[in-house]
């Protein structure tokens, strides 16, 4: 399995501004991934992030937006920018590490509030 | 054909008895099968997984039952306990890790 923090774990933000969520795991990763979990929903894949490459946008979702970065084999970050409040979510990173390749393990979120 | 549908939406269960939760998808690309826990204000937390050539796999009170020729696959919580109240997600990928999440399940056994 893998151990993973995020920071942080919630915030309340102004419309307009941008929050930077910090995801770190305890062990190196090839892949991480970052979704949106909107109350009482399902999780919606926003992107996803290798090392020393751009990251991978789905449908609905811009680098504009939803910047990431990813400087190292343990850690990344998502900024979401110019806030609304539909911006209001879960946010969760997760990583893959498990036999087969295939299992994701889930941060905590960030409960993230747009006034 | 990239949905994963899930059912029911919640469920009540009471302490002893088996919770059962359904999951359909239509590509039959996918070929892991995930159900995740999660409790509220936590991230989901990863149960058991099946992949299609087996039928079964349990794991403690856990069963994945998977129907490959039916494209659906069951958890089965069984003897469930209060402290399995939760919100259940089923997911499916096809060997791309990007994983499409069913709606969710809030289960609550009732003590």
């Known amino acids: 399995s893998a151990v993973i923090s995020q920071k942080p774990s919630r915030d309340i933000c102004q419309r307009g501004t941008s929050l930077t969520i910090q995801c770190q795991v305890d062990s190196q990763v090839t892949m991480m991934f970052w979704y949106r979990q909107q109350p009482g929903q399902s999780l919606t894949l926003i992107a996803t992030a290798n090392q020393g490459s751009e990251a991978t946008y789905e449908s609905g979702f811009v680098i504009d937006k939803f910047p990431i970065s990813r400087p190292n084999l343990t850690f990344s970050t998502l900024t979401v920018s110019n806030m609304s409040p539909e911006d209001s979510s879960i946010y969760l990173c997760?990583?893959?590490?498990?036999?087969?390749?295939?299992?994701?393990?889930f941060g905590p979120g960030t409960r993230l509030t747009v006034l | 054909q990239q949905q994963v549908k899930q059912s029911p939406q919640s469920l009540i269960v009471q302490k002893g008895g088996i919770s059962i939760i359904n999951c359909a998808y239509e590509n039959t690309a996918f070929d892991y099968f995930p159900w995740y826990q999660q409790f509220p204000g936590k991230g989901p937390a990863l149960l058991i997984a099946i992949r299609p050539d087996v039928s079964e796999k349990k794991e403690g009170r856990f069963t994945i039952s998977f129907n490959k020729s039916a494209k659906q696959f069951s958890l089965h919580i069984m003897d469930s306990q209060p402290g399995d109240s939760a919100t259940y997600f089923c997911?499916?990928?096809?060997?791309?890790?990007?994983?499409?999440f069913g709606t969710g399940t809030r289960l609550k056994v009732l003590a």
């Open positions: 997760s990583v893959d590490k498990g036999t087969g390749g295939d299992t994701q393990y």
């Open positions: 997911a499916a990928s096809m060997g791309t890790y990007k994983y499409i």
